[in-house]
């Protein structure tokens, strides 16, 4: 059990973790396994190259809490809010989700709200992209994470851009704490679906 | 026939076209968004050329350059002017003005007016001619060796119309028709069946960037063309498959940051070890470290990013791991072949805000203090001295030769570096073929001058194994903004003797200045130690300037490895992904004549780099020279390690464009 726990850290991001035909990681995962790990687990899916890891706490810059990969994939997000990728490819550089985050707190908020992001393009310059985003839904859900259920709020954000339409979804608990989100990425790693094994 | 519009910018081109005794592969760059330049490879068999001598076969070597005046608005055609063939021997020289509108999404139609060649079919008398009578009538083509600009002929004699319309029926497929005045005058009777001057066209895009068309030509032939095309602006793997960096680690709290550290004895050595191995895992070297209570100051060698600006932030990132609270000062010295190329100041509490900040790049590119470097630390225990050495596979190709215009050979290459103390390099790199041609090139020098490069083909046949380079090369810094360079030894496979050069560079400046000084001999053929009798002094005065917007130029005067004395002007589009395609040509006493062939030394380079092919990180890059044909006059000694290329990137224009990857 112990090696099973060890394996979940240091677990590949690409390809999908354990097995090249891209299995269903969590098919692989029980709760009794998950019983094992001290410390706070991730499971990440990144839908836009068909792949999946678990990743550990590596650090935390003030608000900001990195989470990576065995094979080095890095997941940065505020308050669970995404803000920057590395090692996708194709990554989020940086984001302004202030405006996210005040919505998700429930503060007040006029109905639309702006968010902003950065990759890089072909020559590696910075492009900066800017949504127009709204609160389209919340709705409680009951979850399940590898066998535990967890009472839910999902929340959908829809944001948009010239071109582009995107819907970011958010599934909190009654105390704030998120389970589980499926967040866009950029055009070419699509959207990440995280789920939280470990809290 | 031509059409108005171009390609996206910066798109390269390549298309293989074939009919009847016809071949041509065409290579195009689309230099700017409004002007692109092509280099056209055509055999054509059975052709006729000037008065009734038949002529079995012509390999063809021509450019052509095509600039849009206009591009295409709601009322208004894209308007373009082109020239064609306009140096080498000629026979597709052609002048044209286009103009072509988008009628609907589908339909798009063009109309011109062409000259020369294109001015043949109806032909009438030269509307240009209003403006001069010396229009009317087109000078004979003088046939020369190929190279002269004949400036005079351009846009005289006889104009004609030509068109066409182009239908995109569906996403995939398109349907051209054209109206061609172009009666191919050397190859329409002997070389294929010219009955009238309509083609007819299908052209279906297989996946992205690759296009197959086949067409029906002159009422007598089938033709099939090949289209691959590609945007240097745009990855494969977009931009890059990098690893996660090291993440920041922000000081606990400002009040504890505690100054007594340096009185453990053990501090300074445990801060370098941990930083030592935070660079390695991250594929950086630390060169030499200096640390007192408020600044540390670290040299680092960068052999795995391309951007050194990506390099500096990852070291950076490592520092605030293991640097005491008490350092708020980061300088961050680039080192190359033992030179500290510029120093980057950081401060702490910068990249501890920044790491996630929205603009963090540009926000930390204008905090950064990036200067000439104001001292030199002893480099680490250990570093020196140092060997390295690589087993990797090469590829030389030999293109254009009459008898076989694509030849190459495939083999391993041992390269081996010895470095006994910073800035001193003895370095080797042996050569041995596995598989390839380049043995079959036969053909005899016809030069007049002395034969500098014109038999290269027998340095290609007899030298398996080959000695490429045997060398011990000496770097260092002259002055402020002064760097040095002293090479000795075989320094590249057909020449030996000694390569001096001093660079004025400084950090901050687009403008570099250089002199480079060369004694060298001819290399035996079988290039292991033995020389033959030619020797020569050789050396240029060089001046590199980078425009800022992405095109470099340079400009080397001086004297040529055959005597001669001439300049070479290049002029280089730089991407900042790494990419380079450039162009150049060198003009010296030596004549036209007396040069033969192609009148003159010129050609394309390209740099690719490797990175940009797999995704992965790595400063590896391919990088070749074209030239249609390489004769003796204009040619310059190649040597490793040039001092401008050397250090471009560590200063400030280089990481100024490649800062975007400094938070990579």
């Known amino acids: 059990m112990r090696s099973a726990a060890a394996f979940l850290l240091t677990c590949m991001l690409l390809p999908a973790c354990g097995n090249p035909q891209a299995v269903d990681l969590r098919s692989q995962l029980t709760p009794a396994q998950l019983e094992q790990v001290q410390q706070p687990l991730l499971l990440a899916e990144i839908e836009g190259i068909n792949a999946m890891s678990t990743l550990i706490v590596k650090a935390r810059n003030g608000e900001a809490v990195t989470w990576e990969s065995g094979d080095r994939v890095s997941l940065t997000f505020r308050d669970g809010v995404l803000i920057g990728t590395r090692g996708l490819g194709d990554d989020l550089m940086s984001a302004d989700v202030d405006n996210t985050l005040r919505m998700l707190a429930g503060r007040p908020m006029p109905e639309f709200y702006t968010r902003f992001q950065s990759r890089l393009d072909g020559e590696f310059q910075t492009a900066f992209r800017s949504f127009q985003c709204r609160r389209i839904a919340a709705t409680p859900e009951s979850i399940t994470i590898v066998g535990r259920v967890h009472q839910t709020v999902r929340t959908d954000e829809r944001c948009v851009s010239p071109g582009l339409e995107v819907t970011n979804s958010y599934w909190r608990d009654a105390t704030g704490f998120q389970w589980k989100s499926r967040q866009w990425i950029s055009e070419n790693a699509g959207y990440l679906l995280s789920e939280r094994l470990v809290r | ?664």
């Open chain 2, 1 to 664: 026939m031509p059409t108005a519009h171009g390609r996206p910018d910066a798109e390269l081109g390549f298309t293989t076209s074939y009919f009847r005794n016809q071949l041509r592969n065409t290579l195009t760059f689309q230099v700017t968004p409004r002007l692109s330049g092509s280099f056209r490879y055509s055999n054509i068999y059975d052709l006729t050329l000037g008065s009734g001598s038949k002529s079995e076969f012509l390999f063809d070597r021509s450019f052509s350059l095509h600039y849009q005046l206009a591009t295409e608005t709601n009322f208004r055609p894209a308007i373009a002017i082109g020239l064609n063939d306009f140096l080498g021997t000629g026979i597709y020289r052609s002048e044209y003005v286009v103009a072509s509108k988008t009628l609907t999404p589908r339909l798009r139609v063009t109309g011109g007016l062409g000259w020369g060649r294109l001015g043949r079919v109806e032909g009438f008398r030269n509307p240009l001619a209003v403006f001069s009578d010396g229009l009317a009538t087109r000078d004979a083509r003088e046939g020369n060796q190929g190279g002269e600009i004949e400036i005079k002929n351009i846009f005289q004699g006889d104009a004609a119309f030509f068109g066409g319309v182009e239908y995109q029926a569906t996403d995939k497929l398109r349907l051209t028709a054209e109206y061609s005045s172009d009666d191919y005058p050397f190859e329409g009777e002997t070389s294929f069946d010219y009955r009238i001057p309509f083609n007819f066209g299908l052209n279906y895009q297989l996946r992205r960037g690759i296009d197959l068309s086949t067409h029906y030509l002159y009422g007598s032939e089938l033709g099939v063309q090949l289209t691959f095309s590609f945007n240097p602006k745009e990855p494969p793997f977009f931009s890059g498959l990098d690893k996660a960096p090291p993440p920041v680690v922000r000081r606990a709290d400002v009040s504890a940051r505690d100054l007594g550290w340096p009185s453990q004895p053990s501090a300074r050595a445990n801060v370098q070890a941990r930083l030592a191995n935070a660079l390695d895992t991250t594929g950086l070297k630390l060169h030499a470290l200096s640390l007192d209570e408020r600044t540390a100051r670290v040299e680092i060698e960068n052999r795995t990013y391309l951007a050194q600006a990506q390099a500096i932030g990852r070291t950076a990132r490592a520092m605030t791991a293991v640097m005491p609270a008490s350092v708020e000062t980061f300088v961050i010295v680039p080192v190359v072949n033992g030179i500290a190329g510029s120093q980057v100041t950081l401060r702490r509490s910068d990249i501890e805000a920044l790491e996630w900040d929205l603009d963090g790049s540009w926000k930390s590119y204008v905090r950064a203090d990036i200067a000439a470097p104001d001292e030199r630390l002893q480099p680490r225990p250990g570093i020196y001295p140092r060997f390295t050495h690589d087993i990797r596979p090469y590829l030389q190709p030999s293109l254009f030769d009459p008898d076989q215009p694509v030849r190459a050979d495939a083999g391993a290459e041992l390269f081996a570096r010895y470095e006994p103390a910073p800035g001193l390099i003895l370095q080797g790199v042996v050569r041995k073929k596995v598989i390839g041609n380049l043995d079959e090139a036969t053909r005899e020098s016809d030069s007049v001058l002395p034969r500098v490069r014109s038999e290269s083909n027998i340095y290609d046949r007899e030298g398996d194994p080959a000695l490429k380079e045997l060398t011990a090369a000496k770097f260092f810094r002259a002055g402020p903004d002064l760097y040095g360079r002293l090479s000795l030894g075989y320094l590249e496979s057909q020449y030996g003797g000694i390569s001096t050069e001093l660079l004025w560079k400084p950090v901050e400046r687009n403008l570099a200045l250089g002199v480079e000084i060369n004694y060298v001999k001819q290399r035996e053929f079988e290039q292991l130690f033995g020389f033959r009798d030619y020797e020569v002094a050789t050396g240029h005065a060089s001046a590199y300037y980078d425009f800022g917007n992405g095109f470099t130029g340079q400009i080397d005067a001086g004297r040529y490895l055959a005597g001669d004395w001439g300049a070479t002007f290049s002029l280089d589009r730089k991407f900042a992904n790494g990419w380079k395609v450039g162009a150049f040509a060198t003009f010296t006493d030596v004549s036209f004549d007396d040069f033969g062939e192609g009148s003159f030394d010129k050609g394309f380079r390209f740099v690719i780099p490797l990175g940009w092919i797999s995704g992965d990180v790595t400063r590896d890059e391919f990088a070749t020279t074209i030239r249609p044909i390489t004769r003796d006059g204009g040619a310059r000694v190649s040597v490793s390690n040039r001092l401008y290329n050397m250090l471009e990137d560590t200063h400030e224009p280089g990481l100024r464009s490649g800062w975007g990857r400094f938070w990579r």
